[in-house]
Every structure is written in C-alpha cells, then in structure tokens.
C-alpha cells in the first residue's frame, strides 16, 4: 500500500487539489465582496492591499489538502482491496508526476509574488452570498 501512497494518492492529491476546488462569493465587515478559493474551507482569496496581491490562509490550506488526500487514499483503498488489485507500471506513476509537478511549480509561480500576504488562519468572519465549483482554466461554474 506504500508503493500505491506515493505512485497514485499523492500525485493525484496535488492534481486534483490544484485543479478542481469550489469558490465561495462573499461579503466581508468594511470590505468589497471578496471571492475565496478552497474546499472544504475557504483558504486563498484576493487581497484588499494592492490589486494583484492574493491572501494565503495556511491552516485552511493544510486542512484542505489533507481532505483531499483522505478522499483520494479511501477512493484507492477501497479501489484496491474491494474490487481489484491494482498494479502500477513505470508510464502511469511518472505521468501523474509530471502533471503534480507542473502544477506545484505553476503554484510556487504565483505564490512567490512577493505582494502576497500570507496569514496562519483567517481571522474574520466571512458572509456566503454565493458558491460554486471551480474547475482550472474555466471561470466559475
């Protein structure tokens, strides 16, 4: 099971964290409507001190991912003891980490700006107008 962790859940972890989140519309005390990035909790949105600045959440964002290796451990787990053994060639392993790769790099890419602002928790209540799924490249849905 070790060897299915590292060849599959993790790079499909990354990938699917980087590529399919929900956005969450809302309302902040004293500030414009805000959009949010993140599920199952809200962890990057734009920030309000220059505009192409973003604000990073990082107890949100870890809570986040380790959601979405839960989902994708218990999807191969299950996969794997339930229904059929799943044996992993040298092509799949390496093509799922080039796509991790690619999309941990485009990541750092846009969070090394150093106009970034990046928080330990969010500190504000947040109001919902509005959420939605995300899908990479495509506006919301």
Known sequence: MKKLIINLVLP???ISFGIITKWWETLQREAPETVFYGFPLPFLSSSANTS???QFFVAEFFIDFLCYLLIWYIVIFGFNRFWKKLKTNTFLPM????ASGIIMFLALLVGRSPDNIYH???KFKIE??????????KKRL
């Open 52 to 54: 192409m600045s973003l």
């Open 120 to 122: 330990s928790h969010r």
């Open 12 to 14: 499909l972890t990354i």
């Open 128 to 137: 919902v107008v509005e959420t939605g799924l995300y899908f990479f490249g």
């Open 95 to 98: 093509g799922l980490w080039l």
